[in-house]
């Protein structure tokens, strides 16, 4: 088993050595076209979203385990 583990965590070192040297055009021209911003906002509204609905999913249990 840690033989296993030990090769999964060199492949995907290497891996992401390998990968993180290609150059993506699409995110060269939004960086300058100044559009990349756009897409960091979208993305933070999202997880705000998703953040703001569980704190309230959360409150609602909460409510209902203290009436039981």
Same mark, same amino acid.
């Given at each position: *088993? &840690? &033989?296993i583990l030990a090769l999964i965590t060199m492949t995907l070192l290497f891996s992401t050595k390998l990968f993180a040297q290609q150059e993506v055009e699409m995110a060269d021209k *939004?960086?300058?076209d100044g559009k990349i911003? /756009? /897409?960091v906002a979208v993305i933070a509204v999202v997880f705000v979203g998703i953040i703001a609905y569980l704190v309230l999913l959360d409150r609602k249990i909460s409510k209902i385990e203290k009436g039981l």
């Open positions: *088993m &840690k &033989k *939004m960086r300058a911003w /756009v /897409v």
